[in-house]
């Protein structure tokens, strides 16, 4: 059997590599020089590095392989088993490497009689810039300190290469550890706006050229300090309030209090420390293990918990990287943060006054970060490939939530036409803001309500910049969604009578809890559907599983008690689903009202227009319900048949299309006819080719995003209605199936201020 290396050996690894860095040899030497050594201390019959040059790996240096093999051995990028272990980012450990399903033999190189093979990448930020390998003859595994140890010099290779210690290598000087260059990534859009800005990043990098301390002793005061100061924050969160905006909930908090006090993690964390690592180095190290055990596993408590043990790690770095400041971190004016990913939670931990935008690696276009990012007003752009890698703290910024990318380390013209693009964005903001007051009255004389579309408090502030006539649809889910838990029936009265509160005189309807579908709620067990928009979701679930939808209606009947309370169900197909849900309404009011209360001053039950059947029922409704709300973005999912959040078919049919606006004056006779008053929420209401489109069918009450009010408000103001209704007229007539071109040509030749 091959000996192991004594304990310690990393201790002993780490002097040995500083030796030979601090030389003044050529690169080369000191390469030839580190593989000897590595060799010998961890008793390897093989020791060698492969640096990537372009899409290939060539040998850069070797113990025990022939020498003529350096520079002559190049693999493709994912060839051999070097190739896996670039290709994974992760330790590759086996014993008997010749049977691999990967390996790939090069004659050159004399490898014929070696068994065991232990790779590891040589890595920053996740990005590969080589492999390191060690080989024996015998057949064996190696123990995880070994490992460990090589991933040690790995670190100290990767600082070379960073150092440009290679620049005298021939044509290594491709190799960009710190990236300069601009770049232009394209992702997709998931909340409007434009930023520009200096990156932060939420997993931060270890700073170059600091994998190693002089002094132990002090960087383990470093690290000392910096864990206590992770736990104070965690702490903190606790012991303040549980059950804030950002819903992380006190068991997930205790959960973290656990793992942030467990004796592993800081072992780890030491060892590294006391054999020489900087403290950034150890927990950067960590946090690779950490995400390289999640990635590995299968069971989904364990993921969690590496999930959240990456977490911590990286909370760590950045109390590492600001000393003085808090765990959130002394942002810069024009932060614009970069993550893989991230919860709502932590999204609202940044605070919302720095924070200009938000680029990220995943992300998506309904999730709970994308909710909050729309409330706080700034741009959100999603799935940007290896933005996380390619970006250095500090680095400029554009983002663009408009068409969805990034510019990283933009040139100068860039900068320029987006500061322009910005600038006449916040000129309109300001057009916007000085139009607050102005009647939202067509040129001849058509009064139009203009409601706002909110879900969470930081929405409702918009009332007032807007001066909108009230909240036509608030999304309650918001409050589940944005949540790690169910929110308690007391947070759930917190939250409406704080919004109601905040509206006063203005009306607000609450739409009840709309969840499947794509709105998923981590802690409600669902089953996998295999076309979840078409199933168990809204309403259906309200009525079937009725103690979370008697829960909520309790909290609306309490929070508006001596108010108007207006509530509102979502995605109602036949018209029993609504008599079985204002049942319910009548229920619990009675039930209030037998407890004593008084119960709201006037309650007003309404049917959202989604699903088409329930259009051709509205006579049906008549008496029964008070309102009725077209949602027009599920409705026109189910009238075209086409997934609203699958980017391939979601812009493929057009609401200004014949069909569509037919039926949406289908819609308005029926309720007129029925005698109800009518709304629209979708996004629709808020654009003003589109509003105006609506205008002329005849409805008068929109509602929508804040952002669209300003302009929707310019628009209608300059149009004339009647005229928009004759000319809608002998368009429907036409056979044109898009009436968007004839629509806006119309517009503009009628000064309509789109
Ligand atoms: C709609 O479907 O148009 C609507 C307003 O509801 P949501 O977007 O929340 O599904
Ligand atoms: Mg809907």
């Keep these: 059997m091959t000996p192991s290396p004594a304990p310690g050996a990393a201790r002993v690894l780490v002097r040995k590599l500083r030796e030979i860095t601090n030389t003044s040899d050529t690169a080369q030497a000191k390469l030839n020089r580190l593989v000897t050594m590595i060799a010998s201390t961890m008793v390897a019959d093989v020791c060698s590095i492969y640096l990537k040059r372009g899409i290939i790996h060539e040998l850069f240096a070797t113990e025990g392989l022939k020498p003529e093999a350096v520079h002559r051995t190049r ?103 710190r990236p300069s260059r601009p770049e232009r990534l394209v992702g997709r859009a998931f909340a409007d706006g434009l930023a520009i800005g200096r990156a932060v990043l939420h997993e931060p990098h270890a700073p170059l050229g600091r994998a190693f301390s002089d002094d132990p002793v002090k960087e383990e005061a470093r690290l000392d300090a910096a864990l206590a100061r992770v736990r104070k924050t965690i702490d903190e969160h606790i012991e303040s309030d549980p059950g804030r905006l950002s819903g992380q909930s006190r068991e997930v908090l205790e959960t973290f209090r656990m793992l942030a006090n467990d004796h592993s993690w800081e072992a780890r964390l030491k060892r590294g420390v006391r054999d020489g690592l900087s403290a950034e180095a150890a927990a950067e190290r960590a946090r690779a293990e950490h995400r390289a055990k999640m990635q590995a596993a299968r069971d989904a408590y364990m993921r969690d918990q590496m999930h959240d043990l990456e977490d911590l790690d990286n909370r760590l770095m950045r109390a590492l990287a600001s000393p003085e400041g808090d765990d959130k971190l002394s942002l810069p004016e024009d932060a614009i943060l970069i993550a893989r990913d991230i919860g709502p939670a932590e999204l609202l931990d940044y605070g919302a006054d720095r924070l200009k935008g938000v680029a990220l690696e995943e992300g998506g276009a309904s999730s709970h970060a994308t909710i909050i990012a729309k409330a706080l007003g700034i741009p959100m752009v999603g799935r940007l490939t290896q933005i996380g890698a390619r970006v250095e703290a500090g680095d400029r910024i554009v983002l663009d939530g408009e068409r969805g990318e990034a510019r990283l380390r933009p040139e100068p013209e860039v900068v320029v036409a987006y500061e322009q693009r910005l600038e006449l964005r916040s000129a309109q903001a300001e057009e916007f803001a000085r139009q607050r007051d102005d009647p939202a009255v067509t040129r001849d004389g058509a009064e139009i309500s203009l409601l706002l579309n909110a879900g969470l408090m930081l929405d409702v502030q918009h009332l007032a910049d807007t001066a909108a006539k009230g909240i036509g649809l608030f999304r309650t889910e918001f409050q589940f969604m944005v949540s790690e838990r169910l929110p308690r029936t007391s947070e759930q ?116 227009i989604e699903a088409p059947a329930i259009a051709f029922a509205i006579g049906m409704l008549a008496g029964k319900a008070d309102f009725l709300s077209i949602g027009t973005n599920d409705l026109m999912q189910y009238f075209f048949a086409a997934d609203r959040s699958n980017p391939r078919v979601a812009d493929r049919y057009d609401i200004l299309s014949a069909p569509a606006l037919k039926f949406l004056r289908f819609i308005r006779e029926q309720a007129a006819e029925a005698g109800m008053p009518l709304s629209v929420c979708g996004e629709a209401a808020g654009k003003p080719l589109e509003a105006m489109t609506l205008i002329a069918l005849g409805y008068d009450r929109l509602s929508m995003p804040a952002a669209g009010i300003g302009p929707v408000k310019r628009m ?39």
């Design 75 to 177: 693999l493709k990028e994912n060839e051999g088993l070097v190739g896996l272990v670039a290709e994974t980012a992760r330790p590759l450990n086996i014993a008997d490497a010749p049977h691999h399903s990967r390996f790939s033999y090069r004659p050159e190189t004399g490898e014929d009689p070696f068994n065991a093979f232990l790779g590891v990448p040589i890595v920053r930020s996740e990005r590969v810039f080589g492999v390191l390998v060690v080989q024996n003859r015998a057949s064996r595994v190696y123990s995880e300190e070994e490992v460990e140890s090589l991933q040690i010099v790995a670190m100290v290779l990767m600082e070379m290469v960073a150092a440009g210690s290679f620049g005298d290598l021939s044509g290594l000087q491709e190799v960009e550890v």
């Design 493 to 608: 009265i917190k939250l409406y009578s704080d919004v109601l509160a905040a509206a006063g005189d203005r009306p607000v309807t609450f739409r009840t809890l709309d969840v499947g579908g794509d709105k998923v709620l981590s802690y409600v067990p669902t089953e996998r559907e295999e076309n979840p928009a078409l199933g168990w979701r809204a309403l259906r679930i309200g009525l079937e599983r009725p103690a979370l939808l008697r829960t909520q209606v309790r909290a609306l009947i309490e929070a508006a008690e001596g108010r108007r309370l207006r509530v509102m169900f979502p995605l109602v197909t036949v018209p029993q689903e609504f008599i079985d849900a204002r049942e319910i309404v009548e229920k619990e009011l009675a039930v209030a009202q037998a407890r004593g209360r008084k119960g709201p001053a006037k309650l007003e039950v309404g049917v959202m």
């Design 716 to 754: 209608l103001r300059s149009l004339d209605a009647q005229a928009a209704h004759a000319e809608l007229e002998s368009l429907l007539k036409s056979h044109n199936t898009s009436l968007r071109p004839e629509l806006s040509a119309w517009a503009k030749r009628e000064g309509v201020a789109l």
